[in-house]
């Protein structure tokens, strides 16, 4: 890391740290088996970073440089103050890019405000078609409202709307094609994630496993002709590539199969204000700890430049 005028993030490979991730909260109305238990503790409320503490983190960074955050969870639309949060952070004078990720669920009964507050980036997860399967993949999920919610969110006209997918061998292995289909239909993007190993995916029993993006790619070939993107800077981990005759692109996220530390240049916050430099580093900064002892803003900026790990 080291320090410029104006102060920003700069990695050891001399790159601006632009892209930020926000979790504000650890909490989901979903239960998807590959995400959380059945039965969740979560955080307690006062471990959470307030409305505030999330819009102030958000603003040092971006006088840090960041120019893009993404809002995420557990269910970033379920948050208690979650208006304001969105209001804040729309404010912000050098964020270019406001982001959403999101299981869709409140997302028809939020996507204008949302739009109207400066987002313009949405990702809605979608690992099924079928009323029946999403809800065993979700556990208490409601496919219905989530397909409210991206009519909503296509309705509203948001820049980027992408739907995430996880496919998992004897789970809904047979849904990439219709998934695929579905966006092309709905003029929108698609990303397939492969399955990391977080939750305890199993069906009567049975333990699932993920599908490689090398297999969904060649599926997928047999029925579009797929054009690799040129690299965008700050492309980040997704290799992406545009369905020929149509408006949709398809990415393919693969922390299993093609290692991507190597092209990540991007912090994640966890809903309790640790700081981390990517998923696969364990080291962190308890940006709480600092944003509740009364430090100035200069000083918070300075502990993070000086703290974070080279990478
Ligand atoms: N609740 C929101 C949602 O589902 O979009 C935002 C948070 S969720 C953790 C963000 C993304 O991570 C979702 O697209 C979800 O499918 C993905 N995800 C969750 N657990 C995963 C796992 N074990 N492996 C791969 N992707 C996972
Ligand atoms: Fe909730 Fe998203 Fe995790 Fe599903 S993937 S349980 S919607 S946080």
């Known amino acids: 890391m080291s320090l410029t005028s104006p102060a920003q993030l700069i990695d050891s490979f001399d790159r601006r740290i632009s892209y930020l991730r926000l979790s504000v909260t650890d909490r989901c109305d979903f239960r998807c088996q590959y995400c959380m238990a ?4 979560f955080l307690p409320r006062a471990q959470v970073l307030t409305i505030e503490e999330l819009i102030r983190t958000a603003r040092l960074f ?5 120019r893009k955050i993404r809002v995420t969870g557990g ?11 969105f209001a804040g952070l729309g404010e912000l004078p050098s964020l270019e890019t406001l982001a959403l990720t999101t299981n869709g669920s409140q997302l028809a009964a939020r996507a204008s405000q949302l739009r109207e507050a400066g987002v313009s980036s949405v990702n809605i997860s979608l690992d099924s078609l079928d009323p029946t399967r999403f809800r065993t993949i979700t556990r208490i999920g409601h496919l219905d ?3 409210k919610g991206i009519d909503a969110a296509i309705a509203t006209g948001f820049k980027r709307i992408r739907l995430n997918a996880v496919i998992l061998d004897g789970l809904n292995r047979d849904e990439a094609l219709p998934l695929t289909r579905f966006a092309i239909d709905k003029n929108i993007h698609i990303a397939f994630i492969e399955e990391m190993p977080l939750g305890q995916v199993n069906v009567g029993g049975k333990a699932l496993t993920y599908v490689s993006s090398d297999e969904l790619k ?4 047999q029925h579009f002709e797929l054009r690799a993107l040129n690299s965008r800077a700050n492309a980040g981990p997704s290799r992406d590539f545009r369905i020929a005759g149509t408006g949709t692109e398809v990415g393919f996220i ?3 199969s093609h290692n991507f530390c190597a092209q990540c240049n991007r912090l994640r916050i966890s809903a309790e204000g640790r700081l981390l430099m990517c998923l696969g580093n364990e080291q962190s900064i308890d940006l709480r700890d600092l ?7 200069e000083d918070i900026k300075t502990t993070i430049m000086e703290s974070l790990p080279i990478k």
Not at 38 to 41: G, I, N, P, R, Y
Not at 62 to 66: A, H, I, K, P
Not at 75 to 85: N, S, T, Y
Request: no cysteine; charged share 35%; proline share 5%.
């Open 38 to 41: 059945e039965t969740m503790e």
């Open 62 to 66: 971006t006088e840090l440089g960041v």
């Open 75 to 85: 269910e970033p639309l379920i948050r208690r103050g979650v208006d304001e949060l």
């Open 145 to 147: 409202a989530v397909m």
């Open 218 to 221: 060649t599926e997928l070939e």
């Open 254 to 256: 693969s922390p299993h």
């Open 291 to 297: 944003l509740r002892a009364g430090r100035s803003d």
